[in-house]
């Protein structure tokens, strides 16, 4: 039976999912709130995951990583994070291109540019995020390329969110995304 809570704006709360201001335990943030029934499966966040969700205000933000098999392809990853397959139209990206891009990604809004995170912190939580990995060579993609340190207008969408961008890291024994999702 749902509930209306009047702190919410009169919205709907559905059974099994609570309301929570800052983020959402899953590693999945949209809208404040977070459904009970899957927080099994992460019972242990990690740390920085828990401080990107925190940090960057957007409409959906995907953060996570987990252990890997060789051979993972980035669309294996998309697929465990419930994004869109791109297949051959994913871009690879070097180390330094993902913290470039997961900066400018975690710093400004996609819909309208303004200013989310702090430069320095985003850029702090990006060297973190690709860090995390490892030393060891990894393999890193995006849908969305930046260019002189902005997003080019161009990219291959793997949300139904009008604006969407991130990478996908798969390393020897890892894989993780980080993604984020705005609406205009």
């Known amino acids: 039976m749902a509930k209306r809570d009047a702190r919410r704006d009169g919205r709907v709360q559905e059974p099994g ?8 335990i899953l590693g999945i943030r949209q809208r404040a709130t977070w459904d009970a029934r899957t927080v099994t499966e992460h019972p242990k ?3 920085l995951h828990l401080e990107i969700l925190r940090a960057r205000e957007a409409h959906r933000v995907w953060v996570d990583a987990w252990s890997t098999p060789p051979g993972t392809s980035f669309d294996d990853v ?3 994070a419930g994004l869109e397959l791109l297949g051959d139209r ?4 070097g180390r ?4 470039d891009l997961l900066t400018l990604l975690l710093h400004r809004d996609l819909a309208y540019d303004g200013v989310v995170v702090p430069a320095p912190r985003a850029r702090e939580l990006a060297e973190g995020f690709v860090g995390s990995f490892g030393p060891a060579e990894c393999r890193i993609a995006t849908n969305r390329l930046v260019h002189d340190g902005q997003f080019e207008s161009a990219w291959n969408g793997v949300t139904s969110f009008t604006f969407d961008a991130g990478v996908i890291v798969v390393s020897q024994e890892r894989a ?3 993604w984020v999702a705005d609406e205009d």
């Open 17 to 24: 999912v609570e309301w929570l201001d800052e983020i959402a």
């Open 45 to 47: 966040r990690d740390p």
């Open 78 to 80: 998309a697929r465990r």
């Open 90 to 93: 994913w871009e690879v990206i």
């Open 96 to 99: 330094d291109a993902a913290v």
């Open 176 to 178: 993780g995304v980080l």
